[in-house]
Each structure stands twice: as C-alpha cells, then as structure tokens.
C-alpha cells in the first residue's frame, strides 16, 4: 500500500504563505487523483484542493473557501502533489494532510498520514 506523506507546515503571519508538499513512498503515483484535506480543532476534516493527471490537461477541484488563494499541483521532478497557500488567513489553521481520492466525488480512500500543521497567526 502506498504511504501517502505530507510536509511543509508551519507557522505564519496572515497573509502570507506556505506550500505544502505530498510525497509518496512508491515512485510514479502522479497519475492518481490525490486530495488535500485539513482538520481544524474541534471540526471534521474537509476537504481543500483536489487533483487528477498533470500538467496544462490536469482537472482541479478547489473548496470555496481557499479558491483564488490555493493552488494544487504536481511537481514531477519531485514526484510530489504540492499545495502552494497564499493570503493565508487565521480560518486556514488546521492539520493539513493528502490522500487518494475518488475522481469526481473528491472522497478520500486509503490510510491516512501524520499530516501536516499549519498556524496562521493574526
């Protein structure tokens, strides 16, 4: 089974910017639909951005709430879905993590990892 893991969290002041990174321990997962997720304390997870394919052909999906200020994508070099956060604001805290996801409904299957926190500060 493929063990999806994420990195790149930290703290940061609104507004500004993060990008998180999902590396997978086997080579060549790029081709699968691969989800970012985050839960904040207290609340469900949600979901954030979503991927399938790559390069200028890949299809997106992106919540309300982070789009124009999210972006996902593949970086093939790296083998990795990253998730480039802009104008962060303090809503954005939450653990976030990547996993597989079912294209077209964007729901989650597999495992999940450790994840990745991030903290925006007012």
């Known amino acids: 089974q493929v063990q999806l893991v994420e990195s790149g969290g930290g703290t940061v002041q609104a507004g500004g910017s993060l990008r998180l990174s999902c590396a997978a321990s086997?080579?060549?997962?790029?081709?699968?639909?691969i989800g970012w997720f985050r839960q904040a304390p207290g609340q469900e997870r949600e979901f954030v951005a979503g991927?399938?394919?790559?390069?200028?052909?890949?299809?997106?999906k992106y919540a309300d709430s982070v789009k124009g200020r999210f972006t996902i994508y593949r970086d093939n070099g790296k083998d990795t879905v990253d998730l480039q956060m802009n104008s962060l604001k303090s809503e954005d805290t939450a653990v976030y993590y990547c996993?597989?996801?079912?294209?077209?409904?964007?729901?989650?299957?597999?495992?999940w990892g450790q994840g990745t926190q991030v903290i925006v500060s007012p």
């Open positions: 991927i399938r394919g790559s390069g200028t052909g890949a299809e997106k």
């Open positions: 996993n597989n996801v079912r294209y077209g409904l964007w729901t989650p299957f597999g495992s």
């Open positions: 086997l080579p060549s997962f790029t081709t699968n639909a």
